[in-house]
């Protein structure tokens, strides 16, 4: 497995401004993405965080508003900016492993209110 | 596009009942498939793959490709396995999500 640590926990922002989200994983790894559970719904897959390269973003998200930075092989973080009601979720930082079969482990998350 | 439904939000079973939280997914090519659950509390960890064909905490799961279902199952829950399950759909290193299932298991 691995031990992910994410970091805010949770957080509290202004409208319009920008949190920085930072995942660390006790080991190096290939894959890591970041997801986003807003309240009463299932997790979103934001993007995949590319070490070296551009993050690839799903549908409906861009890097404008999700800017994503993966310097190397054990993090990454993720910002979401210009911050609105609508951006209010449970952010998740996941890695796959791939000595664990390439299961997917995750973060704790973190908690973002923006009010 | 690949779909994960479960369609029950909210399941609830007595102590020693059996339990059947069901996901049907839509995919075109050949699935790998999980299931997740999440805990009071805890973060979202991994209960089971299809393709390990394993039993853990006494829950099981076929893959039924002609139903296209994955269906989690446990002949007699226990009051520790009240949390949320997602079902999970794994596509070219990417997971996709069904919206979840409470279980909650009453004393």
């Known amino acids: 497995s691995a031990v992910i640590s994410q970091k805010p926990s949770r957080d509290i922002c202004q409208r319009g401004t920008s949190l920085t989200i930072q995942c660390q994983v006790d080991s190096q790894v290939t894959m890591m993405f970041w997801y986003r559970q807003q309240p009463g719904q299932s997790l979103t897959l934001i993007a995949t965080?590319?070490?070296?390269?551009?993050?690839?973003?799903e549908s409906g998200f861009v890097i404008d508003k999700f800017p994503i930075s993966r310097p190397n092989l054990t993090f990454s973080t993720l910002t979401v900016s210009n911050l609105s009601p609508e951006d209010s979720s449970i952010y998740l930082c996941?890695?796959?492993?791939?000595?664990?079969?390439?299961?997917?482990?995750f973060g704790e998350g973190s908690w973002l209110t923006v009010v | 596009a690949q779909r994960v439904t479960q369609p029950e939000k909210l399941l609830s079973v007595f102590k020693g009942a059996p339990v059947e939280l069901k996901c049907n997914y839509s995919y075109s090519g050949s699935p790998e498939l999980f299931w997740y659950v999440q805990y009071s509390r805890q973060r979202l960890q991994l209960l089971l793959r299809h393709i390990s064909r394993e039993s853990i905490k006494g829950f099981t799961a076929d893959l039924n490709k002609g139903e296209t279902s994955f269906h989690l199952k446990k002949p007699f829950a226990q009051e520790e396995d009240s949390a949320m399950y997602y079902c999970?759909?794994?596509?070219?290193?990417?997971?996709?999500f069904g919206s979840g299932t409470k279980l909650n298991v009453k004393p």
């Open positions: 999970a759909l794994k596509r070219f290193n990417k997971f996709y």
């Open positions: 996941s890695v796959e492993v791939q000595a664990a079969g390439n299961t997917i482990y």
């Open positions: 965080a590319n070490q070296g390269s551009e993050a690839t973003y």
